[in-house]
């Protein structure tokens, strides 16, 4: 079962270095951060809809496509609520809605949806191993990293375990979707028990197994990855930090800003 | 301790200067968990030699994993309890090392293969051992693709270990160890959970490592495998029961069956004949038999003594009038859109019926099975249950028709008592307190699991919770009962038990389907057998019909018994060594 | 908190971990499908796995729940906000374990006479809380949600999940897992001990930061109230700058406290 969003498409931004990919989330989030209004975030919505076009990761954004309606719709919908400012287009009790309320709302809405974009870029191109080098360069610890990948690897046996389970207690009369909230939550029980202890059953083994190949050998383990800075992760370096720099400049002019105050 | 690199240098330099060094030893080694009553291991002495290949044989706990884990220190390093005794690995003490400072020394294939990948990627996965002991990358890169070319994975490097089947992913275990070239590699039943094809292709590794001069230390089930060793250990209750080479040890049938070890079937055949030689290979055993019975190379055994077995075999059901319990119609299954899992399956299934699926991985037996007891829907055909369309029956009467134990007995057991267990099903369908009593009281006696009512599931031994699993489905009283691969995972006084136990609800009435790989259970229990290749049905009838057709089995990756094919060359089909010792005995 | 680091340093702790992280994720992922609605609550079965994880296996299931919800942000989409999230669930499999040390040392997290339910629910209201307090400060900081929409949600869905359907995980599986000696102090037995009067404080200290931060971010994220010597432009929505000063202090207090107990 495909679970991860990780698309083997070997794309050039794909192979860009993973540290330059997580960089340039990092500059994608900074640029975000200092504008509010929709029509300033427009540009690199642009440019996130390219990325999607050249790393062919469509598929991935079809299968999320209610997830960024809700996260569109939701928070607009929020912030007009919880932004009370302006002159009022509309004032009916809690209910409270002006222009600058609907630019503030569609602002953090659009911002949300491009934050989720460029995770779903980041995810589409970059594989578990990529992204554990990556951490390891930003000084991560070699354990912690190492639990993160574990973690990725153990998720689909998991989640297999416990549809083999819901499968043989269906088997034996036993049914998911009967009687109400409490019941319900105590029908989680007869899956989640035995997929728990097959889990803690192999946490032993694994133990063991991890010190038999020399785990704890040498605090610092060698690491036979190695990836090179090419000239476009430079490129792409350059481009991020020229982004962010725009952005900063377009908050500085006061052209980010909710018009009317 | 020493480097991956230095532990190789100490091996080059043994092989060369003196021949008859020594891997490993175990002077005087006792230990007892902090759990437990008895020692796992007493008074162990045992030694290896460079390049010297030991199996070790006995029932589950009697101390073999135990034995092989001091070798790497994970007793008592890992493994907390009273340890008594010296180990030495080329003939340094491991005495107070920890675990990690053994792996260049000694690596360790473990069963549970999911438990011994820990990366996301092929390649990852064979540095992990070599970036531990802080190989440099030059290096890691350099034996990376040798390692994967000694285990048949070139090409694999950018795989996930997840998609890889069973025997790939074993196979890739052993990779990760050999890359760090230690001196000795200890297998502790590292086909347990494999199908057949995983197997083979494991031992053939194995037999190919041994040709390159490594010491080996391999635990295992089967016998047939372990003919190739230089030396076999039999332990029981943590001390060594016997020593010696395969043909001393193999041909000893009295001790193997002592000791929980099943014997290979020729060597049965020729114990039973009263022939006290050991033969190594079908081939071996039908020498020694013709010239010891001083049979003519032409001879055939006749069909009069084959009468009496074939009166007995399986009758093809006649009672069209009763519908029958299962009746499959051309059922096509198609997975995800493209593979077609079963391509027009027909099947009937009577009362009291005792039958065998068998086929590789992927030919469609466990489909099958999840089809007749409703965990999939058809994508074309249908299935009648009792004459009813199985898609329109309420789930309680179709349990009351068909029910299906896991193969895995931990995907199911999750209550705080064994009575518990059992009870879930009936309590679910809404079953009367006095039932349900009746029926726990009923079945937990027919698994001999009555003594442990109130006992807590998870702290049985396998064998027993596998009793416990079939017993939680015999509970809703079904007429047939389909079991897929009962007996993985459980040595064979635990294998015997569970189809005796088997063999005796089907006596009492209830219709039986195994899937299954083994092929002597198939041989001893079953009367019909069905086999798939690439989701058809490629043949359904009597068992011995089926072994007599050795190029369809082939075909599908299906060995007989040892017996069989021994008993082939004498013009019969024998499922059981009693049964061919007895026609030959006749004819001789 | 120390521990948080030195469990490192055990081969079965980074296991566990793993395990639990991938426990964690494994249940998270299948419903990520049903993305946050504001105002609806849901029963999330997944929040259950971190309290059960704290009181079998203390900072491992801290990281547990830290990494886990990083793999399950992998698979719906990673935001700014998302290092909150790491940290508020580190919180949140790392509070349960450190109350129950303080209030029930040695007694089983199974639940049988009325004064263990109450240490159960003070030991789990502090998890989740802090753990919303983290979220709504967090992301209110960053001036992406209020304080209010998550903060209140994220208490009421743990407290659901952790009031009925842990104590049914813990009674099943506590037992068993301390049977097997996978239990934290089995794996670890030599570790530090905190003095009794020490880790008391540390507790009230937690529990005075967290209910603070809870109280003040719900205040002054709908508008109700503001510290009167703030400047005026602090007291507009998004109320980011009024959050960050007032409510900060409270979340380092109940952090300080942590650290005591």
């Not at chain 3, 570790?191 to 404080?201: D, S």
Request: charged share 20%.
């Amino acid at each position: 079962m495909p679970i991860y969003l990780y698309l083997d498409r070997r794309t050039f931004i794909h192979r860009l270095h993973p540290t330059v990919k997580i960089l340039t989330i990092i500059g994608i989030f900074w640029s975000v951060y200092w504008v509010d209004n929709p029509v300033s975030l427009l540009p690199l919505g642009l440019l996130l809809l390219a990325g999607a076009q050249l790393t062919r990761a469509w598929p991935n954004f079809y299968s999320l496509r209610w997830l960024f309606i809700l996260v569109i719709f939701a928070t607009t919908v929020t912030w007009i609520i919880f932004y009370r400012q302006g002159k009022p287009l509309l004032h009916l009790g809690p209910l409270f809605v002006s222009r600058a309320s609907l630019e503030y709302g569609l602002g953090r809405g659009i911002k949300l949806a491009e934050l989720l974009a460029t995770s779903v870029l980041f995810l589409s191109t970059t594989k578990v191993e990529e992204f554990a080098f990556g951490l390891a360069e930003m000084g991560v610890p070699y354990r912690v990293g190492f639990a993160i990948t574990l973690a990725f690897r153990l998720v689909p046996l998991f989640i297999d375990s416990a549809l083999t389970v819901v499968q043989a207690q269906s088997l034996r009369g036993y049914d998911f979707n009967r009687g109400g909230l409490i019941t319900r939550v105590r029908r989680y029980v007869p899956v989640t028990v035995p997929v728990f202890m097959g889990a803690l059953r192999k946490a032993n083994n694994m133990a063991m197994a991890l010190e038999a190949r020399g785990f704890g050998y040498s605090a610092r383990p060698t690491s036979y990855v190695h990836y090179e800075m090419r000239p476009f992760d430079f490129a792409m370096l350059l481009g991020v930090a020229l982004l962010g720099a725009a952005y900063f400049l377009i908050y500085y002019t006061g052209y980010g800003a909710i018009a009317p105050r | 301790m020493k480097t991956a690199m230095e532990s190789q240098r100490a091996i080059d330099a043994g092989a060369a200067g003196e021949p008859a060094g020594e891997a490993a030893a175990l002077e005087g080694v006792s230990f007892r968990f902090r759990i437990g009553a008895h020692p796992a291991l007493e008074n162990i002495h045992f030694r290896q030699r460079v390049g010297e290949m030991v199996g070790i044989m006995g029932a589950a706990g009697t101390g073999k994993s135990s034995l092989a884990r001091c070798l790497n220190a994970i007793i008592p390093g890992f493994e907390y309890g009273q340890f008594k005794g010296r180990v030495t690995v080329l003939g340094r003490a491991v005495d107070g090392a920890r675990v990690c400072e053994m792996a260049p020394a000694v690596g360790m294939v473990f069963q549970d293969f999911e438990a011994q990948l820990f990366s996301t990627n092929v390649a990852h996965e064979v540095a992990f051992a070599m970036e531990q002991v802080g190989l440099p990358p030059a290096e890691i890169r350099r034996r990376l693709g040798p390692a994967l070319e000694a285990v048949g994975l070139a090409g694999f490097q950018d795989r996930d270990p997840t998609s890889l089947s069973g025997g790939e992913k074993q196979r890739l275990a052993i990779a990760s160890v050999l890359a760090v070239e230690p001196a000795v590699i200890a297998f502790d039943e590292p086909t347990t959970d494999l199908d057949p094809e995983g197997r083979a292709e494991v031992f053939d590794l194995i037999r190919r490592l041994r040709g390159r001069g490594l010491s080996l230390l391999i635990i295992e089930h089967e016998t047939e495998e372990m003919r190739q060793c230089d030396r076999i250990l039999i332990l029981r209750d943590g001390r060594i029961a016997a020593e010696g080479p395969p043909h001393r040890i193999l041909a000893d049938t009295r001790l193997m069956n002592q000791c929980g070890i099943r014997p290979p079937g020729i060597n049965l055949v020729l114990a039973e004949l009263g022939i006290d030689a050991y033969a190594a290979s079908v081939d071996e055993a039908e020498a020694l038999i013709r010239r010891s019975l001083g049979l003519p190379a032409d001879f055939k055994v006749e069909a009069a003594q084959t009468a009496g077995i074939r009166s007995a075999a399986f009758q093809p059901p006649s009672s069209p009038q009763a519908p029958p319990l299962v009746e499959i119609d051309h059922l096509t299954h198609v997975y995800g859109g493209q593979v077609r899992a079963l391509d027009e399956v027909s099947l009937r299934i009577d009362a009291g019926e005792f039958v065998a699926i068998i086929g590789q991985n992927g030919s469609g037996k466990t489909t099958l099975a999840k089809h007749i007891v409703g965990l999939l829907k058809p994508s074309a055909g249908r299935v009648l249950l009792g004459g009813r369309e199985r898609a329109a029956m309420q789930p309680a009467q179709a349990a009351a028709m068909v029910g299906y134990v896991f193969q895995n007995p931990d995907h199911q057991i999750f209550a705080g008592t064994v009575g518990d267990e059992v009870a879930f099903g009936p309590r679910n369908f809404g079953l009367d307190a006095g039932e349900i009593q009746r029926r726990c009281d009923r079945v937990l006696k027919a698994v001999g699991l009555e003594s442990m009512r109130g006992q807590d599931p998870f702290l049985l031994g396998r064998g027993e919770r596998q009793r416990l699993a079939v017993a939680s489905v015999l509970a809703l009283q079904p007429r047939l009962l389909i079991l897929d691969e009962p007996t993985t995972g459980l040595d064979y006084p635990q294998q015997r038990r569970m189809m005796d136990l088997i063999a005796d609800l089907n006596r009492a009435g209830t219709a039986i389907v195994i899937i299954t790989h083994t092929p002597w259970l198939v041989a001893e229990y079953a009367r019909r057998a069905v086999l798939m290749r690439k989701g058809r049905k490629l043949f359904d009838g009597a068992v011995r019909d089926l072994f007599a057709q050795e190029e369809l089995l082939a075909s599908a990756a299906f060995r007989v018994p040892e017996v069989t094919a021994l008993s082939r060359r004498f013009g019969m089909v024998a499922l059981t060594a009693a049964e061919l010792a007895g026609a030959l005995r006749g004819a001789g | 908190m120390d521990e948080l680091r030195s469990m490192w340093g055990n081969t079965r702790m980074v296991v566990l971990s793993a395990i639990a992280a991938a426990l964690y994720a494994a249940v998270l992922v299948p419903f990520k499908v049903v993305p946050f609605i504001p105002g609806v609550t849901e029963l999330r079965p997944a929040n259950a796995i971190p309290v059960v994880c704290s009181f079998m296996f203390g900072p491992a299931a801290a990281w547990g729940a830290a990494i886990g919800n990083m793999i399950g942000d992998f698979f719906g989409g990673v935001g700014p906000a998302d290092i909150f999230g790491f940290f508020a669930n580190l919180v949140y499999g790392y509070v349960p374990y450190k109350v129950w040390q303080v209030l029930a040392k040695g007694e089983e997290p199974v639940i049988r006479s009325p004064l263990t339910l109450v240490k159960y629910v003070i030991a789990c209201l502090l998890a989740s809380a802090f753990c919303a307090d983290i979220v709504g400060w967090g992301e209110n900081l960053l001036a992406l949600r209020p304080f209010l929409m998550l903060g209140n949600a994220i208490v009421f869905n743990n407290m659901l999940a952790a009031m009925l359907l842990s104590p049914f995980l813990l009674a099943a599986i506590y037992p068993r897992v301390k049977a097997g000696h996978l239990l934290y102090q089995d794996v670890m037995p030599d570790r530090p001990q905190r003095r009794r009067g020490t880790a008391a404080l540390g507790l009230v200290l937690l529990a005075a930061g967290v209910a603070g931060a809870w109280v003040t971010g719900n205040l002054i994220s709908t508008g109700y109230w503001t510290p009167h010597a703030l400047p005026a432009s602090m007291t507009q929505p998004p109320y980011d700058r009024a959050i960050a000063i007032v409510v900060t202090p409270l979340v380092a207090l109940a952090a300080l406290g942590l650290e005591l107990m």
